[in-house]
């Protein structure tokens, strides 16, 4: 059986209002003269499930429709996931670094790199990002 | 209206917002002739960017941002066939037509033409319509708004492209985001796994650049197959023929007012508004025939609609506090960063801030007619700039701009997992207006269902009891009932998402 975009997307649904729905039964839901903190998020994550099991069905039961395979390019979602992730990490080294890092990681996650353009990008970001930040904006950024 | 008017050109008109107005459309036109990077991704990237404005000035700029990037959109449209940004899309039918046939000039002067009319026209609609419905909106309780909320977020998972289901998913899902942290009534701890950093809630701006910019860049770097550089028709001149410009007239005018109606409605907007004056146009034709042949009705027209409807959809945005689009949502959060609330007093509470930004919608598309039709040679440079040395700047600019919210790494790491979240279900065919607009939403549709309730003592009928809010639900009914019709889902138009 081909999996769907509608049936993952419905797995994916079905998870996240389980899960909502399980942190949210311990929250007091009150009543509906003096909601609690749990009364509206019950019914959004009731509703999140419900559709999701809908979604889910709809996945198995029509798969003439959007029947195209998901494509997920693995590359570029890594890559540039660990440039973000790198820089959240480095940023307390300062911006030069973090700055540096992402240009360098960001290149990598590039299909069309080329090697003579990286000396150029690094110079040119570390440059915007002075004259933006420090210069325009004047943040108290350490460098 | 017009000590209004006055008021709002004085505001527009001092040094300092001329000058954010004029940053404003430059770096959107810039920002909608560059590949592969919109308008949303372009506000969420910049949001963080205006903090240090003064209100007025941050909501001059982005709005010039805005509508810049929908006139960049449609020349990119019409010299290399690639829209911009989805409003642009109907515009490439003829636009690009009109350029292969030697005609490019003629279609950026009509273009250019049509949406200054249709902004003219625009603004003085929205100086017309926002404070009757600011009046009007004053009637509204809390029972009205919840309604109003529940009908814009249904109207948004209609109308976007995939299925009612998946809008209404992400819809819900946005909603869901928007209750993490403490609950302002009872000061519980909601959706934040103990974590310190989650209990203010997950800041709107970390959300938008995850999932528009990060998710963008993600799925612009796929590998490619060796698809040829774009074709740059060559600019002839700029003047349309007298012939042209005749046939050009009635099509303005029509689509302006398409655009209006279509920017005002919630879920509605700047995409839609177009595709139903191109329609229009085809069925007003003596001869239907010569459009996807270079019709310059097929360009004036939703050209005069996208910016007709960019501009009313402020009003719902402004006086309502309901904004009816992505784009719109971002603007909404702008303002809410700065602490203030749109809603029915908007206008008269902070009088030179509505009339202000609307003063400056006139002049922005004043300065967007100077700036693109003599200077339309200088832009197309810029369809030249490779997608490698772009998207390395946007990456440091949202970074950076996602970390400078309050110095805390966390942030960061959030946004690249929205990022990630934000590519999946891209893939996945969801769309991802309506989870922003669920997710500004969200908040006001609790308190408002909270009031309602014990106003009404815990009565639900309260919600059907009011005429107004009983409107609200039922159109909210009819939309979903439509579309559960099979008949309706089969020739429901495939709409790109709405920008």
């Not at chain 2, 010039?64 to 290399?80: M, P």
């Not at chain 2, 139903?276 to 609609?305: H, M, N, T, W």
Request: proline content about 6%.
């Amino acid at each position: 059986m081909p999996i769907t975009k509608d049936g993952i997307g419905g797995v994916l649904f079905i998870a996240i209002g389980l899960t909502a729905l399980m942190l949210a039964r311990h929250y007091p839901a009150g009543s509906a003269l003096s909601m609690g903190p749990g009364f509206v998020p019950v019914i959004v994550s009731s509703l999140l499930l419900g559709l999701g099991v809908l979604l889910f069905c709809r996945g198995i039961l029509h798969r003439n429709e959007e029947q195209e395979r998901v494509t997920i390019a693995w590359r570029p979602l890594l890559l540039v996931t660990a440039a973000i992730v790198g820089f959240a990490l480095l940023i307390q080294f300062g911006l030069i670094v973090a700055v540096t890092y992402l240009v360098i990681a960001a290149w990598v996650a590039d299909p069309n790199r080329s090697i003579r353009a990286l000396p150029a990008l690094i110079v040119v970001g570390i440059g915007m990002t002075m004259l933006i930040f420090k210069v325009g904006l004047q943040l108290p950024i350490s460098l | 209206m017009l000590d209004g008017l006055i008021l709002g050109f004085q505001v527009a008109l001092s040094l300092d917002n001329l000058l954010y107005c004029l940053i404003g459309v430059t770096l959107g036109t810039f920002i909608g002739m560059l590949p592969g990077v919109g308008p949303l991704v372009t506000i969420a990237m910049l949001l963080p960017m205006t903090y240090g404005l003064s209100p007025i000035a941050s909501m001059i700029m982005l709005a010039g941002i805005y509508y810049g990037a929908s006139y960049g959109g449609s020349s990119t449209a019409i010299l290399v066939n690639l829209p911009g940004e989805s409003s642009s899309v109907v515009t490439c039918i003829d636009g690009y037509q009109m350029a292969r046939k030697g005609r490019a000039g003629a279609a950026l002067a009509i273009a250019a033409i049509g949406s200054f009319v249709a902004g003219c026209i625009g603004t003085f609609g929205i100086a017309l319509f926002a404070p009757m419905l600011g009046r009007a909106a004053l009637a509204f309780g809390p029972a009205e708004y919840a309604s109003l909320i529940v009908m814009a977020l249904v109207a948004t998972s209609v109308l976007v492209q995939g299925a009612l289901v998946k809008g209404l998913l992400m819809a819900l899902l946005g909603i869901l985001i928007g209750l993490v942290g403490m609950d302002v009534n009872s000061g519980a701890m909601r959706f934040t796994f103990g974590l310190p950093s989650l209990m203010e809630g997950i800041d709107f701006v970390v959300v938008a650049v995850g999932t528009f910019a990060f998710a963008e860049i993600i799925r612009e770097l796929r590998p490619t197959k060796d698809e040829p550089p774009h074709q740059v028709v060559a600019v002839d001149s700029l003047m349309p023929t007298a012939e042209e410009l005749r046939q050009s007239v009635k099509p303005i005018l029509r689509g302006t007012g398409v655009g209006m109606i279509c920017g005002v409605l919630p879920g509605i907007g700047a995409t839609v508004s177009s595709f139903a004056s191109y329609i229009l146009e085809k069925r007003c034709a003596k001869d239907p025939s010569r459009f996807g042949q270079g019709a310059i009705e097929g360009v004036a027209g939703p050209e005069s609609a996208n910016n007709a409807a960019s501009q009313t959809t402020f009003i719902p945005t402004l006086t309502l506090g309901v904004p009816g689009s992505a784009t719109m949502a971002l603007m909404l959060g702008a303002l809410m960063i700065h602490g203030i609330t749109p809603g029915p007093n908007i206008i008269t509470e902070r009088p030179s801030l509505f009339w202000g930004l609307v003063a400056s919608m006139w002049i922005g598309n004043l300065m967007l007619v100077i700036l693109n039709l003599p200077l339309i040679r200088l832009w197309i440079v810029l369809l030249k700039v490779p997608y490698s040395w772009l998207f390395p700047m946007i990456l440091i600019l949202s970074c950076l701009g996602i970390y400078t919210l309050s110095n805390e790494p966390m942030d960061v790491l959030l946004g690249a997992g929205f990022g990630i979240f934000g590519y999946v279900v891209l893939q996945l065919g969801f769309s991802l207006a309506p989870f922003i607009l669920g997710l500004v939403l969200g908040p006001m549709l609790e308190e408002n269902l909270r009031r309602a309730l014990l106003i009404s003592h815990g009565d639900p009928r309260i919600f059907i009891e009011s005429p107004i809010s009983a409107g609200f639900l039922l159109a909210s009914a009819v939309m979903l009932a439509l579309l559960v019709l099979p008949a309706v889902r089969r020739s429901k138009p495939h709409l790109e998402q709405e920008a």
